[in-house]
């Protein structure tokens, strides 16, 4: 385990949380570190579904996909999560400064911004309204505790309307298209003062 991944059980349910809180919906929502070698299987399962086509990897092979996110626990910059739902992962999320990525170079970066990647894992049941929503805003919750955090940037595929549709939900207001080398994104922010009236 390199530095980013310092106290890390082999179970995701196991884990220290990072975050943790309770909602009348869902129960006991928990934000623990993505673990690249033990969580493989799980995330491969998860980007490969015809569902997570926007996050790029339908094609890739375990292998691959444990590489991306060895290399993304090597940074100190970026950083991968799964959200537990009663102890059952539910959602990968990353987050990242933007300075120190791609989407850097496509905005005026703010002091105080702070990325986000996010990927709502299949359901076990029936659709739960507000699901997605909620879960997604324990996660905002967590990234927005930080005293330096100002705003969430995030850059969905410009094409993935309900991606961009739950962002709304939660405060986030529509910025510009922007080209990346792997797609057309739709820049999208969220600042503290939104996140606290959503």
């Known amino acids: 385990m390199t530095a980013n991944t310092p106290s890390r059980a082999a179970a995701p349910a196991d884990r220290p949380a990072l975050h943790e809180e309770k909602l009348p919906a869902l129960g006991a929502?928990?934000?623990?570190?993505?673990?690249?070698?033990?969580?493989?299987?799980?995330?491969?399962?998860?980007?490969?579904?015809?569902?997570a086509r926007y996050w790029g990897m339908l094609d890739h092979d375990r292998e691959q996909v444990r590489e991306i996110y060895e290399f993304v626990d090597s940074l100190p910059t970026h950083h991968a999560f799964l959200a537990l739902c009663e102890g059952r992962p539910a959602a990968l999320f990353q987050s990242y400064e933007p300075e120190h990525d791609p989407v850097?170079?496509?905005?005026?970066?703010?002091?105080?911004?702070?990325?986000?990647?996010?990927?709502?894992?299949?359901?076990?049941?029936?659709?739960?309204?507000g699901y997605?929503?909620?879960?997604?805003?324990?996660?905002?919750?967590?990234?927005?505790?930080?005293?330096?955090?100002r705003r969430i940037v995030a850059e969905?595929?410009?094409?993935?309307?309900?991606?961009?549709?739950l962002l709304q939900r939660c405060g986030f207001e529509l910025g510009p298209e922007i080209d990346k080398p792997e797609k057309r994104a739709r820049l999208v922010f969220l600042t503290r003062e939104a996140a606290e009236r959503a």
């Open 156 to 165: 969905p595929d410009a094409r993935n309307d309900r991606a961009i549709a």
């Open 132 to 149: 997605s929503r909620a879960l997604l805003g324990v996660f905002l919750r967590y990234l927005l505790a930080g005293p330096d955090r």
């Open 104 to 129: 850097g170079e496509c905005y005026d970066v703010l002091p105080g911004d702070h990325g986000l990647h996010l990927l709502i894992g299949p359901a076990d049941g029936p659709p739960q309204p």
């Open 29 to 51: 929502v928990r934000i623990v570190g993505l673990d690249p070698a033990t969580d493989v299987g799980l995330v491969h399962r998860w980007v490969t579904q015809p569902r």
